[in-house]
T-cell receptor
Framework: GAGVSQSPRYKVTKRGQDVALRCDPI?????LYWYRQALGQGPEFLTY????????KSGLPNDRFSAERPEGSISTLTIQRTEQRDSAMYRC???FGSGGRSWFQETQYFGPGTRLLVL | TQLLEQSPQFLSIQEGENLTVYCNSS?????LQWYRQEPGEGPVLLVT?????EVKKLKRLTFQFGDARKDSSLHITAAQPGDTGLYLC??????????FGKGTKLSVKP
């Protein structure tokens, strides 16, 4: 595809329900990142993958949040027993994933995000 | 904990004016990136600076990385209404992730 896509674009759910947010990275990109962004603020890192391996999940707020990327392509961020404080824009990004010494120079391409509203 | 602080948080100027946005940290970063984000869109990378003291220019935008690689600045010359947006700095974290500042919301009025 041309860019990173996310679905759904908008999700309204009731407190206590589980939600699954999907990210489809740019084809061939090794690295995939999940962020949460409050209105007018910078993205807050949640977790990231290289291929199917979750490299760092230190940014996940608590154990209600989980993510997977079973085949190293599409990823799903799942929030169980949603709470009102989970309402935010959830963004996914992907990068080529060159590894080695230059990983910190890579460009991350962001998707349009999923706006989650928990009532 | 690696943190990036951006200032100012908000900036409203007239077309043609110059401005500088700052990104500061007490931590050393391998690189710093600057992104621009428009309403309803995801952040888009403007530049990556890697070497301490490095200066990069992108048309009317000048980016500088501090000698100690703890801070960076973005200077815009003769701002235009099309420059309006949220400017974000991001540093490469020790775990391979990106650490973002809270952003500077720039409004350029015609």
């Amino acid at each position: 595809g041309a860019g990173v896509s996310q679905s759904p674009r908008y999700k309204v759910t009731k407190r206590g329900q589980d939600v699954a947010l999907r990210c489809d990275p740019i084809s061939g990109h090794v690295s995939l990142y999940w962020y949460r962004q409050a209105l007018g603020q910078g993205p807050e890192f949640l977790t990231y993958f290289n291929y199917e391996a979750q490299q760092d999940k230190s940014g996940l707020p608590n154990d209600r949040f989980s993510a997977e990327r079973p085949e190293g392509s599409i990823s799903t961020l799942t929030i169980q027993r949603t709470e009102q404080r989970d309402s935010a824009m959830y963004r996914c990004a992907s990068s080529f994933g060159s590894g080695g010494r230059s990983w910190f120079q890579e460009t991350q391409y962001f998707g349009p995000g999923t706006r989650l509203l928990v009532l | 904990t690696q943190l990036l602080e951006q200032s100012p948080q908000f900036l409203s100027i007239q077309e043609g004016e110059n401005l500088t946005v700052y990104c500061n940290s007490s931590s050393v970063f391998s690189s710093l990136q600057w992104y621009r984000q428009e309403p309803g869109e995801g952040p888009v990378l403007l530049v990556t600076v890697v070497t301490g003291g490095e200066v990069k220019k992108l048309k009317r935008l000048t980016f500088q990385f501090g000698d100690a690689r703890k801070d960076s600045s973005l200077h815009i010359t003769a701002a235009q209404p099309g420059d309006t947006g949220l400017y974000l700095c991001a540093g490469a974290g020790s775990q391979g992730n990106l650490i973002f500042g809270k952003g500077t919301k720039l409004s350029v009025k015609p």
